[in-house]
């Protein structure tokens, strides 16, 4: 690992303006960071910590970014309001990485793509050059399987699918400035020199994450299958949260994680629900319209099937 | 850089660079050489260490974020039971669980702050509880037999778990 800088802030606003300097990463836990720094996949001339900022009072809408994912996973409320993110925070990683990662780590943490991750491998979002995915002969088994366009990754967040399907915002810093934004507009499409697949401007921070309860939010799912029974990645994970009112779906809410280069607002899967008794019929509709929809490289094909029957798992979890 | 921290109990300042792991301070700066570097990537869990309190593994943790943590290495787990020895490692021993060794550090850490947060967990839970912790020996079953015994000798009022 090479030498930098290491500078503790003491507020967002002074580890953002810490930031505005050239070649500077921030870092809470730093858990995914560290990986990276290890591998030489980026080598910043600064490191700002951001794990002893003090965290504003508690709201029980408003997460800090700071929070860790054991914390969440243990929060009464979470569980109770938002089972979604309970779920994705209790299954994520390993005991230890959720006593230190934290839920703004996990939002934006980079994705496990092979080529991205091996300093030297062809790799767009480093340096512009082919995706090693989609060279002839690359390996593509976890990749995406919608919104393929320069570069094949897959993206990792567990907690991004729950949060969008529950409906929430992020509040971002930089400086004195604050703004607030639906968490699907934080993530955009894959550019060099932009790892993690955020669009934050620079210096800018994700400082915490907005929630607001409601029967939708009450009845979530978060459901993910990974290769392995411990510590993995999702291959594919679904999250959805469904209001019923009179039997029929009045609102809904699905998002889907490693399935394309950002979590994904699964439209078609809504559009197909909306309005509609949730029963076995419309379920397997929805499903289907996940399946059609999806456009999977040469070896992840069967990433498509566990998406279909994901859907159907979680829809059918709320039909109450 | 200078990192103040306490360490098994004990006040400690270590002069360090700036990219340095808790992991390579703890063994090449305070020869503590109990906790192991695995796979140096979070992955195996052969460096869990307390940081106040909570198992982490210590290979993704830069030292100098510890100013002012209070951790506990499998060096200090024991302190203040018979002998030095937690009741998890001697229920390794008793059990004979234990290979080459080289994840059983970790392992025990982790099976100390399982046991202590949820004493009433079955076998199933307790896989849970460790699977951020690797043995390549694949030697689970009796290490899983050795955590089972420490759990049910907490609850039956044998000594707490708790030495963070």
């Given at each position: ?8 802030a ?12 050239p ?15 290890k ?17 504003a ?13 054991a ?6 409320g ?32 980079v ?19 082919p ?7 690359g ?12 570069c ?31 968490l699907?507009e ?17 210096g800018?921070?994700?400082e ?7 029967p ?17 990645f999702?291959?594919v ?40 008794p ?19 490289l ?23 | ?5 306490h ?75 018979p ?82």
């Amino acid at each position: 690992m090479r030498s930098f800088a290491y500078l503790r802030a003491e507020s967002f606003p002074a580890a953002s303006a810490a930031l505005e300097t050239p070649e500077s990463l921030p870092k809470a836990a730093g858990t995914d960071l560290l990986d990276l720094l290890k591998e030489r996949v980026v080598e910043p001339a600064a490191l700002v910590d951001l794990s002893r900022i003090e965290r504003a009072q508690s709201d029980p809408g408003v997460l800090s970014a700071l929070a860790t994912l054991a914390e969440l996973a243990e929060d009464e409320g979470i569980r109770r309001d938002f089972p979604a993110l309970h779920a994705a925070a209790r299954q994520a990683a390993t005991p230890q990485i959720r006593n230190r990662g934290t839920l703004g780590g996990n939002l934006c943490q980079v994705s496990r793509c092979p080529y991205l991750r091996r300093a030297g491998a062809s790799c767009f979002k480093r340096d512009g050059s082919p995706c090693g995915a989609l060279l002839p002969g690359g390996f593509d088994r976890t990749h995406a399987i919608f919104d393929v366009g320069p570069c094949a990754c897959a993206h990792p967040s567990s907690l991004a699918p729950a949060l969008i399907a529950l409906g929430a915002r992020v509040r971002l810093v930089r400086g004195e400035e604050r703004r607030v934004l639906a968490l699907e507009e934080l993530y955009a499409p894959p550019a060099p020199g932009r790892l993690g697949d955020v669009a934050l401007r620079p210096g800018e921070l994700v400082e915490a994450v907005l929630l607001e309860a409601s029967p939708r939010s009450r009845n979530s799912v978060y459901l993910e299958m990974r290769e392995r029974e411990s510590f993995d990645f999702a291959l594919v994970s679904v999250a959805a949260a469904v209001e019923l009112r009179e039997g029929r779906v009045r609102s809904v809410r699905v998002a889907c994680g490693a399935v394309a280069p950002r979590p994904r607002r699964m439209r078609e899967v809504e559009a197909a629900l909306r309005g509609r008794p949730l029963d076995a019929e419309s379920i397997a509709g929805a499903a289907d319209a996940a399946r059609v929809a999806a456009r999977p490289l040469r070896s992840n094909g069967f990433k498509a099937t566990i998406l279909h029957r994901l859907c159907v798992r979680a829809l059918e979890e709320l039909r109450q | 850089m200078r990192t103040r921290l306490h360490v098994n109990g004990e006040a400690r300042e270590v002069e360090h660079e700036p990219q340095e792991t808790l992991l390579s301070l703890l063994r090449y700066r305070l020869g503590l050489t109990g906790s192991k570097e695995g796979c140096g990537e979070g992955e195996c869990g052969a460096c869990t260490v307390f940081v106040d309190g909570a198992p982490v593994v210590s290979c993704l943790v830069l030292a100098a974020q510890c100013e002012g943590a209070q951790v506990t290495t499998i060096e200090g787990l024991g302190r203040g039971h018979p002998d030095g020895l937690h009741p998890v490692q001697r229920a390794f021993i008793e059990t004979g669980a234990v290979q080459c060794g080289f994840c059983i550090p970790g392992i025990i850490m982790a099976a100390a702050d399982a046991i202590e947060r949820e004493p009433d967990a079955d076998r199933e839970s307790l896989r849970r509880l460790v699977a951020g912790n690797l043995c390549r020996c694949t030697g689970y079953t009796k290490i899983l037999d050795a955590i089972e015994l420490a759990r049910a000798r907490a609850r039956s009022g044998g000594p707490p778990c708790s030495t963070k």
